[in-house]
C-alpha cells in the first residue's frame, strides 16, 4: 500500500460472519467503493475456518485487484497467497515477520496508542502502523490515540498510518488531514446498509 495523497480506505472484517454470504456483502461494498485494502480478521483461531474464510474473501479482492491481509497468522497468509499481515502485537514480531514473508509481502503493525511502538514498528520494516481506537469506552484500560498523534505522526514520520477503531463521520473528517488510510469494519457491518454507511464515512473526508 503506498502513501496515498488524500486518506483511502482499509476494510476490516466483522470478528465472526457468514461465509454462504459475507463475501457477496463485501463485493457489493467494494464495487461500490474504492478500497486499498481488506483485513481478513476472524476472532477463530481454526486453521480450517481461517483457511476457507481467506479462500472465500481472495476470490472477491483479487478479482478487483485490492490486497488481502489476514490478521497474525503470518505462516497461514503464506501459505494461502495472501498478500501480507496484520500484526497486533506491536511492534514485537514486524522484523522477523518480514524477513519471513520477504520484501514484496504487506506487513502491517497495530500500535494502539504508542508512539514509540509505532516507530519501532517502522524501523522494524512494517509498511504502515495503525494507532486506535479513537474514542475513549469503558473497554480495556479506556486509552484512545488522540488526534494530536495523528498530527504529529503524519508532520514527522513516513510510515503510512491507519486510523481505526470507534470512527464517526465527525472523527474521520478531523482525521483526514492526518491520516493515510481509515481502518473501516463494524461501523459499516453493524448497520443495515453497509454501502450507505460507508458512502457517509468518505462523504465526510470533504
Known amino acids: 500500500m503506498?502513501?496515498?495523497?488524500?486518506?483511502?480506505?482499509?476494510?476490516?472484517t466483522p470478528p465472526e460472519f457468514e461465509l454462504s454470504s459475507f463475501p457477496d456483502v463485501l463485493a457489493s461494498v467494494l464495487d461500490a467503493h474504492e478500497v486499498a485494502c481488506v483485513r481478513l480478521s476472524l476472532s477463530t483461531k481454526d486453521e480450517d475456518r481461517l483457511s476457507r474464510a481467506a479462500d472465500a474473501l481472495r476470490?472477491?479482492?483479487?478479482?478487483r485487484d485490492i490486497a488481502l491481509v489476514l490478521s497474525d497468522h503470518s505462516v497461514l497468509a503464506d501459505r494461502l497467497g495472501l498478500d501480507g499481515v496484520h500484526l497486533t502485537d506491536a511492534a514485537r514480531s514486524v522484523r522477523e515477520t518480514r524477513k519471513a514473508l520477504g520484501a514484496e509481502a504487506i506487513v502491517g503493525s497495530y500500535c494502539a496508542t504508542s508512539r514509540h511502538d509505532g516507530m519501532t514498528a517502522g524501523e522494524a520494516g512494517a509498511d504502515y502502523v495503525s494507532f486506535g481506537p479513537l474514542r475513549a469506552s469503558a473497554l480495556g484500560?479506556?486509552?484512545?490515540?488522540?488526534l494530536d498523534l495523528f498530527q504529529w505522526w503524519s508532520e514527522v514520520i513516513e510510515v503510512p498510518v491507519v486510523a481505526e477503531g470507534d470512527l464517526t463521520a465527525d472523527m474521520v473528517a478531523q482525521l483526514a488531514p492526518?491520516?493515510?488510510?481509515?481502518?473501516?469494519?463494524?461501523?459499516?457491518?453493524?448497520a443495515d446498509a453497509p454501502v450507505k454507511a460507508l458512502g457517509a464515512l468518505t462523504s465526510a473526508m470533504a
Do not use: K, N, R
Request: glycine content about 8%; hydrophobic content about 35%; charged content about 20%.
Open 2 to 12: 503506498d502513501m496515498p495523497e488524500q486518506p483511502q480506505l482499509y476494510l476490516i
Open 59 to 63: 476470490e472477491v479482492t483479487h478479482a
Open 141 to 146: 484500560d479506556g486509552s484512545f490515540a488522540p
Open 178 to 190: 492526518h491520516t493515510d488510510f481509515f481502518g473501516i469494519g463494524s461501523e459499516i457491518w453493524d
